[in-house]
């Protein structure tokens, strides 16, 4: 079963979705890596979890080869290594229509080697995902950042839609008659505390409370309704909803949609 679709590995990972994801790392967690790994895809995504993003990261300077690309310290990125699936990794380059996502700041490599688990092959998607996202690539452009010949491309399809530019409540909606792959249908009035609280499933499940959301996005989505939130007196969305009425419910269902930049504010 693909990993995207594995519900136990999903769950496994709602922790690393979450905004404070960051708190499930060891402060001591390189103790436990030999030298040498550092370039280890894993050991990468730790980092980015662990430093963020940030978008004052220094860029190389316009007129390289790499110009644009965000970098540790400014300087240029030619030592870090492609993207590129089909070279062997002792190649300089990839070919000049291949864009390159580099380690620096945060901007993964795709190891040319496929991970042996669904859990770190799904953290490097998502890592990717998130790297795209921050760096502007429109959705119809992912594809050329991963080639056809990676093991990365099974998830083309999830990390495409994660930078989807945000829709209108009326289009979510209407999507959600259809089933494409990289999305999830979601229910705008968080299910699992309606149903807790009494509310009939023809009202969850009613066409109006339902859109067509980038998959990486619902998981995101998930996992926000279960951290706790200040927004929200300290508790998390679900048990801030416990009790209240649809509305209110809708409202934060919305709120979270717009959060997630999948709604148009």
Same mark, same amino acid.
């Given at each position: 079963?693909? #990993?995207?679709?594995? $519900?136990?590995?999903? $769950? ?14 060891? #402060? ?8 040498? =790994? ?19 990261? /220094?860029?190389? #300077? ?12 400014? &300087?240029? &990125? ?10 062997? &990794? ?5 070919? /000049? ?53 990676? *093991? ?33 249908? =979601? =229910? ?30 619902? *998981?995101?989505?998930?996992? *926000? ?41």
């Amino acid at each position: 079963m693909p #990993p995207f679709n594995d $519900a136990q590995t999903e $769950a496994q990972l709602k922790r690393w979705m979450r905004p404070d994801a960051h708190r499930y790392i060891r #402060p001591d967690w390189r103790r436990f890596w030999n030298a040498g =790994h550092e370039n280890d895809p894993l050991y990468r995504f730790y980092e980015s979890v662990e430093r963020k993003f940030s978008p004052d990261q /220094p860029r190389v #300077p316009a007129g390289s080869s790499d110009g644009g690309q965000w970098t540790s310290d400014g &300087s240029s &990125s030619n030592d870090a290594s492609p993207s590129n699936e089909t070279s062997s &990794s002792n190649d300089a380059s990839p070919p /000049p229509t291949q864009p390159r996502l580099y380690v620096a700041a945060g901007l993964p490599r795709i190891p040319p080697v496929r991970p042996p688990t669904s859990g770190e092959r799904t953290a490097i998607a998502k890592a990717v995902a998130i790297a795209l996202a921050e760096a502007g690539i429109a959705a119809t452009n992912v594809g050329e950042a991963i080639a056809k010949s990676s *093991w990365l491309y099974y998830a083309l399809p999830s990390i495409a839609s994660y930078v989807d530019a945000p829709k209108t409540l009326d289009e979510l909606q209407q999507d959600a008659s259809t089933s494409k792959p990289g999305y999830d249908r =979601h =229910h705008i009035v968080e299910q699992s505390s309606a149903e807790e609280d009494g509310y009939p499933r023809r009202m969850i499940d009613a066409p109006d409370n339902l859109a067509r959301i980038p998959r990486m996005k619902h *998981w995101e989505i998930n996992a *926000w309704y279960q951290t706790a939130n200040r927004e929200y007196d300290d508790v998390s969305p679900r048990e801030y909803l416990s009790g209240k009425d649809w509305d209110e419910r809708r409202r934060v269902g919305l709120s979270a949609l717009r959060r997630f930049g999948v709604l148009k504010p």
